[in-house]
């Protein structure tokens, strides 16, 4: 067994200590307990009683992303000093693999939700299987399809009828977001979504293979193409959610079907916003702060995993929420 040399030594840098993940902990807690807060709100609460659902919501979201910037800005200052070395940026492998799985496990859970109400208690509930004593107790009439187009509760004649408490009234949609009901296939928003989304990824990997062969031009130019499609995505959403509920009647307070629909788009476009941050604030520093080598661009390269992770989940999401 040979002796390590001091040639083959290299010294691994232990950061300072830090309370950033006490302060991203509490920015995180605020902002999902007045993000909750708020969808309670639309869905039970009262119309004419003022909250503080918003001001939690936001006050925990600038805190949450005030110690993120925080954060980052003294990483990225460790690097240009020259303080990581290569265990440390295995490290950061390490952990950007272990939040995207983190993420893969989050969104596993909401789609597991989709697929027990559609085969499980959804079929229980219209009478079939285990569920038909339970669909003549307390919803009578009601026959189940998806997407489902009336609430058990409007099926037996609405809240007052139903023969156990209630704690609210659903109000089914006139219109699913469906491929079925879209008035024509060049008007239907879920396909130019998914076209953009699956474009933004093919453009990062260009800007990938650029910044590999050196070329910053090519880089900064297809990375900020990525970003604007990711922009176009959000925009084409927030339409989108205005043409679900101005027009189509689909709610929060659409049933089940509603809440999924929203739970599953709504936090997937959360994720589009962060991770076409994360490639902005990659854009900049490679254009304003010259960063960025082919030795030498992790924060672009996580930023891109995370990106094609964010297409993969559409894509799930298009197959089995807006197609099957």
């Not at 960025?292 to 298009?318: I, K, R």
């Amino acid at each position: 067994m040979t002796s390590q040399t001091s040639t083959e030594y290299e010294k691994y840098y232990v950061p300072d200590k830090s309370k950033m993940a006490v302060f991203a902990t509490i920015g995180l807690i605020l902002s999902i307990y007045g993000a909750a807060s708020i969808m309670n709100d639309m869905t039970f609460g009262d119309p004419e009683k003022s909250t503080s659902s918003w001001s939690i919501f936001l006050m925990g979201l600038f805190f949450f992303i005030a110690t993120l910037f925080a954060w980052f800005r003294t990483a990225i200052k460790e690097n240009i000093a020259g303080m990581n070395s290569a265990q440390m940026k295995k490290s950061y492998v390490l952990g950007m693999f272990w939040f995207i799985f983190s993420e893969v496990m989050f969104f596993f859970a909401f789609f597991g939700v989709l697929f027990y109400v559609r085969a499980l208690s959804g079929p229980w509930l219209g009478g079939e299987g285990d569920g038909g004593r339970m669909n003549g107790l307390l919803w009578e009439g009601f026959e189940f399809a998806w997407p489902m187009m009336q609430t058990p509760q409007e099926a037996i004649g609405g809240a007052a009828a139903q023969p156990i408490a209630n704690n609210g009234t659903f109000v089914s949609p006139h219109t699913s977001m469906a491929f079925a009901d879209a008035k024509a296939w060049y008007m239907w928003l879920p396909l130019w979504n998914t076209i953009i989304l699956l474009t933004s990824s093919f453009t990062c990997h260009i800007a990938h293979m650029g910044i590999l062969d050196g070329n910053k031009k090519k880089f900064n130019l297809w990375l900020g193409i990525t970003v604007a499609l990711g922009m176009i995505f959000l925009v084409v959403q927030v339409y989108e959610y205005y043409e679900a509920y101005a027009h189509f009647g689909l709610t929060l307070k659409a049933g089940v079907y509603g809440s999924t629909f929203f739970m599953l788009t709504g936090f997937h476009g959360f994720h589009v916003f962060m991770g076409m941050t994360m490639l902005l604030i990659q854009l900049l520093r490679s254009v304003m702060g010259g960063q960025f080598t082919a030795d030498d661009h992790f924060g672009f390269e996580a930023s891109s995993w995370y990106w094609h992770f964010v297409d993969v989940v559409w894509v799930f999401l298009f197959l089995f929420v807006y197609i099957l």
